[in-house]
């Protein structure tokens, strides 16, 4: 991986694992379940390879996130202002918080 950014504990990198997806992704596009088999598998629009690794450490605790390009860009603005994800991350870390985004939850739609 190629380190992008790195401060204090927390550090943006390149990915280059297909089998990382998106987790903001994930959460938006959820599982599908099979109407006949009921079978469940990963919506294929969850199966976005991330682009960023984004890794945050605060109280100790490891935070994992990963994100393809469209959704880096839509969490880097904010109210139509720029908002970089490095200064996210900073003002996170100043406040002694966990970066907000949560991690995909991924929910179940019923195929077509
Ligand atoms: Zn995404």
Same mark, same amino acid.
């Given at each position: 991986?190629?380190?992008?950014?790195?401060?204090?504990?927390?550090?943006?990198?390149?990915?280059?694992?297909?089998?990382?997806?998106?987790?903001?992704c994930?959460?938006?596009? /959820?599982?599908? $379940?099979?109407?006949?088999?009921?079978? &469940?598998?990963?919506?294929?629009?969850?199966?976005?390879?991330? %682009?960023? =690794?984004?890794?945050?450490?605060?109280?100790?605790? /490891?935070v994992? $996130?990963?994100?393809?390009?469209?959704? &880096?860009?839509?969490?880097?603005?904010?109210?139509?202002k720029? %908002?970089? =994800?490095?200064?996210?991350?900073?003002?996170?870390?100043?406040?002694?918080?966990?970066?907000?985004?949560?991690?995909?939850?991924?929910?179940?739609v019923?195929?077509?």
């Amino acid at each position: 991986m190629d380190e992008l950014w790195a401060e204090n504990d927390i550090s943006v990198e390149r990915n280059h694992d297909i089998n990382r997806w998106c987790d903001s992704c994930k959460a938006q596009y /959820g599982f599908k $379940r099979d109407k006949d088999t009921g079978e &469940i598998w990963w919506h294929p629009k969850a199966q976005r390879m991330a %682009y960023w =690794i984004i890794t945050s450490k605060v109280f100790n605790a /490891g935070v994992i $996130r990963k994100y393809c390009l469209s959704c &880096i860009n839509e969490l880097e603005n904010i109210d139509g202002k720029p %908002y970089p =994800i490095q200064d996210q991350l900073r003002d996170a870390q100043k406040l002694g918080k966990f970066w907000k985004l949560s991690t995909a939850v991924g929910k179940v739609v019923d195929s077509d």
